[in-house]
């Protein structure tokens, strides 16, 4: 039997394995930290239960098929909801939109609520749709630097289609000349950091983006996101795939262009073929420094990182779901700030995630887990305690405002994670969440490949390679890796 090898246990990494195993390979997975998932994993602290990482669950089919593969009922190890309710949104004048799930209820909603006209909302949706399943099979689910790729009927159907896409205008231009209502246009325009990008910059195609939400919907897993990972653990373990925690691998082992291994805690383990699921700058930088590094792909632009706040709330908020976001009244601004300033913007848009209304065991009776989350550039050397300390208090004065509260009497408990402790503790370069930004309308091509070129069966998955960051584009990643391995 071939042995695979597997490098850090993310989402992409445990999906590699699964994949693999059920390929027939004897698959190892190596882990430096104690515990699976990467960024998607969970802590606790005084009665509070909090998902460390991604918050957002959509196309939950990519979960399920990993079950589903060794014929299991994915029921029995993986529960999951469908949101009636979308996401909350508040701006600074008072103005509250809450997305339904419907679609019909959704159109109307959208069209009271800001003002335009319901036809010009159904055809953006329409569209959202027609540009996420023409896209999908070229650009998500298959890898996009081999030829082959580029000889089949869903590439000509996509490159027929090309001017459809708006990859020549930004996502901002795409949805002012939709609507008019700049709210709305706000609203629309927060799906660029779905993938750690400016919705200025990034272009028009990632329009697509809301069918996910607005077309399929938003779900939540039984007993929060960390069990995505966990029953994925458990299913891989099933099968017979070895995990191996606190073994941080040093070296890609190669000989005449051939993968070998890899060296781990000074041990050589030998293997047939290597999946790097970590960062593919710190690959190349720590695991592959006998090799000359595609620097072209490795300089690219980073993503946008994370500031978040791990709040215990004592008290209960009515007017609060499980996803909410409070916008800036400077977003330009505030994505300059990020990717041309390198800062963080006086006024941040705040995102606030809150499982335990949907969990309520993630919090003690009568509170609530409370998930707070800024974007912010990367790690290029700031002062990230200066930083901190500011937005803290800027993003509690914000919220103070919009719900008309004092928050900070009812915060019982506090933890932070920042890009730099995003780097140390995921390998992620700079504590990009994403890799490299997608503020370039060649951003999909530019994107290191799930294989190395000159060192045969050597790949790599996660956030940043191809198709890019977020747990659905690293699933598919392990899907593409798995095609590529015969």
């Not at 930004?437 to 390679?465: D, E, M, T």
Request: neutral net charge.
């Amino acid at each position: 039997m071939q042995k695979a090898l597997v490098i850090g246990s993310g989402i992409a990494g445990i999906a590699s394995a699964i994949r693999l195993r059920h390929k027939g390979y004897e698959v190892h997975v190596f882990e430096a930290n104690s515990y699976p998932g990467g960024k998607l994993s969970a802590f606790t602290k005084e009665g509070f239960r909090f998902d460390a990482g991604p918050s957002l669950f959509t196309l939950p089919d990519l979960v399920t098929e990993l079950f589903e593969l060794f014929g299991e009922d994915p029921k029995n190890s993986f529960q999951y909801e469908k949101m009636d309710t979308i996401c909350n949104y508040f701006w600074e004048d008072g103005t509250r939109f809450t997305m339904p799930s419907d679609p019909e209820q959704q159109i109307q909603d959208i069209s009271n609520t800001f003002n335009e006209s319901s036809t010009s909302i159904r055809q953006y949706i329409k569209n959202s749709k027609e540009k996420y399943e023409l896209t999908t099979p070229i650009f998500i689910e298959r890898s996009l630097h081999k030829v082959s790729s580029y000889f089949n009927r869903d590439m000509f159907s996509a490159l027929t289609g090309i001017f459809k896409y708006d990859v020549f205008s930004s996502l901002n231009q795409v949805n002012k000349k939709r609507f008019s209502n700049p709210k709305l246009i706000q609203l629309l325009n927060r799906f660029a950091t779905y993938n750690g990008s400016s919705p200025y910059k990034t272009p028009g195609i990632m329009s697509m983006i809301p069918h996910l939400e607005m077309n399929i919907g938003t779900f939540f897993p039984k007993g929060g996101m960390i069990s995505i990972t966990n029953s994925l653990v458990q299913l891989a373990k099933r099968h017979g795939v070895h995990f191996h925690f606190n073994r941080k691998v040093e070296r890609i082992v190669h000989e005449e262009s051939m993968v070998t291994g890899l060296e781990v805690n000074g041990e050589m383990i030998y293997g047939d073929i290597v999946v790097a699921n970590m960062d593919v700058f710190s690959a190349y930088s720590f695991l592959l420094k006998d090799i000359q590094p595609p620097e072209k792909i490795l300089q690219q632009e980073r993503s946008s990182s994370a500031l978040i706040f791990y709040w215990g709330i004592n008290r209960v908020f009515e007017e609060l779901d499980l996803h909410n976001i409070l916008f800036s009244d400077s977003y330009k601004e505030e994505f300059e700030f990020i990717f041309d300033r390198r800062s963080i913007h006086a006024d941040p848009t705040i995102y606030i995630n809150i499982s335990s209304k949907h969990n309520p065991k993630d919090a003690p009776s009568g509170a609530e887990n409370w998930f707070v989350m800024i974007n912010t550039p990367s790690d290029t050397g700031q002062d990230w305690d200066l930083l901190i300390a500011e937005a803290r208090k800027r993003i509690i004065q914000k919220i103070n405002r919009v719900l008309g509260v004092d928050i900070e009497l009812s915060i019982s408990c506090e933890e932070v994670l920042h890009p730099k402790l995003i780097a140390s503790k995921t390998s992620s370069h700079q504590g990009a969440l994403y890799g490299s930004a997608s503020n370039n309308r060649y951003a999909a091509f530019l994107r290191h490949p799930n294989f190395n070129s000159s060192i045969k069966n050597l790949y790599f998955c996660g956030g940043s390679v191809h198709p890019g960051g977020g747990l659905p584009l690293c699933l598919n990643s392990a899907k593409i890796v798995s095609n590529l391995i015969a």
